[in-house]
C-alpha cells in the first residue's frame, strides 16, 4: 500500500500492537514510558502493560493522550520515551530522544535507516543505538479504519539506545510469532 497522509495530519499509521509486544518483550523498562506520537493509543495500550507509567502525547490530537505537544520543542523529559515517530520527522526524533530520555530510548524505524552517509557521520558515529531488533515477519501499516490484507514489503526494527550499555551496538532478531501470538 502506498503512503499517503490522512486528512488530520501528516504520516499516521498506527502501529499494530504486535509489534510493540515484540519490543516490551524483549526490553525491560523500568520508570516511566513517554509515547511522543501516540496517534490513537495504539502503542501507549500496549505499553501500559510495563506496569510503568505511560505519558502518551503527540502533535495532532487524534482523541488520545495529550494533544499538541510537538516532541522536537517540548521540554519535557521522562525515563524512557518509545514510540514510532512519522517517518518524515525520524532523524529529529533521534536527536531529541537522546536528550529527553534519561534510561531508554526506542524508536521503530525502516531498517533501511542504518543505510546513509548523512546518518553515519551525525548520529551513528556520536550515539550509535545499543541494540537494533530486526523483525522476521513484516509489519504492515494501515491507516485508522483501512481494510487490512496483505503483508509489507518493508523491513522493520526496534532501535533502542540504552544509556547503560556501553559497547558497540548489537543486532538481534526478533523470533517469529508476534504477529500471530497478539493480533
Known amino acids: 500500500m502506498k503512503r499517503f497522509a490522512d486528512l488530520d495530519g501528516p504520516d499516521f499509521f498506527p502501529t ?5 509486544h515484540a519490543l516490551i518483550d524483549n526490553e525491560t523498562f523500568k520508570g516511566d514510558i513517554w509515547e511522543s506520537a501516540c496517534g490513537n493509543g495504539a502503542m501507549s495500550d500496549v505499553l501500559d502493560l510495563t506496569e510503568q507509567p505511560v505519558i502518551s502525547s503527540d502533535l495532532h490530537d487524534r482523541g488520545y493522550g495529550e494533544g499538541g505537544v ?29 536528550r529527553k530520555a534519561d ?15 548523512n546518518r ?14 530486526v523483525f522476521s515477519e513484516r509489519i504492515t501499516f494501515y491507516p485508522a479504519g483501512a481494510v487490512q490484507k496483505g503483508t509489507g514489503t518493508t523491513a522493520y526494527a526496534w532501535f533502542v539506545w540504552d544509556k547503560q550499555a556501553l ?7 526478533l523470533k517469529p510469532g508476534y504477529k500471530a501470538r497478539y493480533s
Open 167 to 173: 559497547g558497540s551496538t548489537e543486532l538481534k532478531w
Open 70 to 98: 510537538d516532541f522536537l520543542l517540548s521540554n519535557r523529559r521522562a525515563a524512557n520515551i518509545v514510540t514510532n515517530p512519522p517517518y518524515n520527522a525520524a532523524e529529529g526524533f533521534v536527536e531529541a530522544g537522546l
Open 120 to 133: 553515519q557521520r551525525t548520529i551513528f558515529t556520536s550515539a550509535p543505538p545499543s541494540r537494533v531488533w
Open 103 to 117: 534510561h531508554k530510548f526506542a524508536l521503530l524505524l525502516r531498517l533501511a535507516f542504518l543505510e546513509g552517509a
Open 16 to 20: 499494530p500492537a504486535w509489534a510493540t
